[in-house]
T-cell receptor
């Protein structure tokens, strides 16, 4: 099956810092999504990004499908950004395969 | 209510009990999903329903039995579970247009099997 690897596994930041999270995948995929899971378990969809770049406020994402990776940028981080960030790829069809996540802690 | 709701939010059950998890989506979607999230492991897809028909069943033990009576409701019936089945069970929905559109998740049911 497809391998979805996220790095780093853990990240601790001071409030106001910027960060980049990476997702590598081992095969061609139809699409890729980024999610944030808050400390209470709720998963929120951040981006649906099979290719190209998208921005939403302090967050942006870039997927380079031909090189099989995606990046999630968080600028001016806030304590509310803490949680686990997952990327998920559509593989096989109609199914999402998730990476192991990056645990982000933003300190005040 | 809006979005995807799940009940109960927490459930503790013995190995001989029978219980059901409920999921309801208010987004007008036609596809619904059950995922299992165990500690220290990625989310695992369990079941996919599209237009109320099960399209995927990822080798899930028969002690988990899904039911999708209509496009807005999804159930997961549980019986004779094992302690290793303790996990966060997440429901999601999306608009199935032949591929995977953006998925919207419920808050989850945290299950503990004693």
């Amino acid at each position: 099956g497809i391998q979805v690897e996220q790095s780093p596994p853990d990240l601790i930041l001071q409030e106001g810092a910027n960060s980049t999270l990476r997702c590598n995948f081992s095969d061609s995929v139809n699409n890729l999504q980024w999610f944030h899971q808050n400390p209470w378990g709720q998963l929120i969809n951040l981006f649906y990004i099979p290719s190209g770049t998208k921005q939403n406020g302090r967050l942006s994402a870039t997927t380079v499908a031909t090189e099989r990776y995606s990046l999630l940028y968080i600028s001016s981080s806030q304590t509310t950004d803490s949680g686990v960030y997952f990327c998920a790829v559509e593989w096989p069809a109609r199914q999402l395969t998730f990476g192991s996540g990056t645990q982000l802690t933003v300190l005040p | 209510e809006t979005g995807v709701t799940q009940t109960p939010r927490h459930l503790v059950m013995g190995m001989t009990n029978k219980k059901s998890l409920k999921c309801e989506q208010h987004l007008g979607h036609n596809a619904m999903y059950w995922y299992k999230q165990s500690a220290k492991k990625p989310l695992e897809l369990m079941f996919v329903y599209s237009l109320e028909e099960r399209v995927e069943n990822n080798s899930v033990p028969s002690r988990f039995s899904p039911e999708c009576p209509n496009s807005s409701h999804l159930f997961l019936h549980l019986h004779t579970l094992q302690p290793e089945d303790s996990a966060l069970y997440l429901c999601a929905s999306s608009q199935d247009s032949g591929g995977t559109d953006t998925q919207y998740f419920g808050p989850g049911t945290r299950l503990t099997v004693l």
